[in-house]
C-alpha cells in the first residue's frame, strides 16, 4: 500500500460516539482521538511494548496505555512531562463530505525516551566458579518481633552444608526483608503485556524483586525453598513472588526464550498442621514450569498434623531434630549432584 494515502475512517457521526477508536491503514494501527468533537490521530501502537493505544482510556488530554499506563498527547503524540521527549507518530486528519479522513503517513518518527536498557535483560551466561546455591525464605514475619522460624531453621542448615560439603557460595534470601510490589496482572489482559525485565522491575528502580530475579536467572545453580504451611498452602509471600515470576515463564511461551536453564529447585515445606505433599506438588509444578530441574526427592517436609496446635512445642522438636536437620543436609547432596551434572553438559 502506499504510505502517503488518505484513509476513509468512517462517518463523522458515527466516529464521534467514541472517544478512542482503531483505525487500521494497511498494517499500521492508528489511535483516532475524538474530543469535544476535535479529531487527532496518533500511532495505535504504544513505545513501550505496542500496547494497543485505542483501547486505552483518556485522561484530559493524554490517552493512557491499557496495558502499564504510559500516557501521550492526544494531539502532539509526546508522551506527558517528564518523558516528553518521547513520542508517537503523529498523523493528519481531515473531514469530507461527513466523513473523517486520516493520512496513513505519520508526519514525524516515533521517538523513544533514552535510558539504559535494565540490567535484567541482559545475557544469561553462567559465570565461572564454584557452585551456587540460594536459599529464598518465605516465611511472613514482623521485623519488630522476630521469631524462631522451622522452615529458615532447616533452610539455614541446607545453606551452612552446602557451603561446607561442597565448598559453595551461597546466598539467603528473606522475602519479608524485600519491598516490592504485588503482580499488575498484566498477563490477564495480553500474554504480551507480562514482560521481562517485569514491568514493574521496569518502572521502579525501588522495587526489590530484582534481587531474587538476579539469583534464580542469573547467579544459583541451585535455588532451595523454604515455606512454612498457612492454612494448607505455601506463604502469602511465596504467592506474592510466585506472581510475579510469571514474567519468566512467559517468556517461553512468547518467544521460546528460556531463561532458567540448568538449575536445580528443591524445597523445604514445615507447617505444624498439615497438606506438605500438597504444597510440594504445586512448588514442584510451578518451579518445573519456570524451567528448573527437580532432583530425586526434591523437597523435605515436617507436620505433626492437623490436630497438633501446640506449635511452642512444634517449634522445640524441629530446634531440637537431628533428624530433621539430615533431612535438610540429604536434600543439598540431591541437589547439587543434580547441578553438578547439569553442568558437564
Ligand atoms: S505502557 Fe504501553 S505497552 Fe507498556
Request: net charge negative.
Given at each position: 500500500m502506499k504510505s502517503d494515502i488518505w484513509i476513509d475512517a468512517g462517518t463523522v457521526k458515527s466516529l464521534k460516539k467514541q472517544r478512542l477508536s482503531e483505525i487500521m491503514a494497511g498494517n499500521t494501527r492508528i489511535a483516532l482521538i475524538c474530543k469535544n468533537g476535535e479529531f487527532s490521530a496518533v500511532s495505535?501502537?504504544?513505545?513501550?511494548?505496542?500496547?494497543?493505544?485505542?483501547q486505552g482510556r483518556m485522561e484530559g488530554d493524554y490517552i493512557v496505555c491499557p496495558w502499564h499506563g504510559w500516557k501521550y498527547h492526544r494531539e502532539t503524540g509526546h508522551a506527558m512531562p517528564p518523558f516528553e521527549i518521547a513520542c508517537l507518530p503523529r498523523h493528519e486528519v481531515h473531514q469530507k463530505d461527513g466523513h473523517i479522513f486520516i493520512k496513513s503517513k505519520p508526519s514525524n518518527k516515533r521517538a523513544h525516551f533514552p535510558h539504559p536498557a535494565h540490567s535484567l535483560s541482559r545475557d544469561v551466561k553462567r559465570a565461572k566458579g564454584p557452585i551456587r546455591v540460594a536459599g529464598i525464605s518465605t516465611t511472613p514475619m514482623s521485623k519488630s518481633l522476630p521469631r524462631y522460624s522451622t522452615s529458615e531453621d532447616l533452610l539455614n542448615s541446607a545453606l551452612a552444608h552446602a557451603h561446607s560439603k561442597f565448598g559453595a557460595q551461597t546466598r539467603l534470601i528473606k522475602l519479608r526483608e524485600l519491598k516490592f510490589s504485588h503482580c499488575g496482572g498484566f498477563y490477564s489482559i495480553d500474554?504480551?503485556?507480562?514482560?521481562w525485565p517485569c514491568t514493574f522491575t521496569q518502572m521502579d528502580e525501588?522495587?526489590?524483586?530484582t534481587e531474587v530475579y538476579e539469583a534464580l536467572?542469573?547467579?544459583?545453580d541451585v535455588v532451595i525453598i523454604a515455606t512454612p504451611i498457612r492454612w494448607g498452602n505455601a506463604s502469602s509471600l511465596y504467592y506474592k513472588m510466585a506472581e510475579r515470576l510469571n514474567c519468566i515463564e512467559n517468556q517461553i511461551l512468547l518467544s521460546g526464550k528460556k531463561l532458567i536453564k540448568d538449575k536445580v529447585a528443591s524445597f523445604i515445606i514445615t507447617g505444624g498442621q498439615d497438606n506438605v505433599q500438597s504444597v510440594a506438588g504445586l512448588m514442584m509444578m510451578f518451579f518445573g514450569e519456570l524451567g528448573f530441574q527437580l532432583p530425586q526427592q526434591s523437597f523435605i517436609g515436617h507436620s505433626r498434623g492437623?490436630?497438633?496446635?501446640?506449635m511452642a512445642n512444634n517449634a522445640a522438636l524441629v530446634k531440637s531434630s537431628g533428624r530433621l536437620k539430615k533431612d535438610a543436609r540429604d536434600l543439598v547432596d540431591r541437589a547439587v549432584d543434580t547441578a553438578r551434572e547439569l553442568l558437564k553438559r
Open positions: 495505535g501502537e504504544c513505545n513501550h511494548e505496542k500496547g494497543p493505544m485505542a500474554e504480551k503485556a507480562c514482560t525501588k522495587d526489590q524483586l536467572v542469573f547467579w544459583a492437623w490436630a497438633a496446635e501446640d
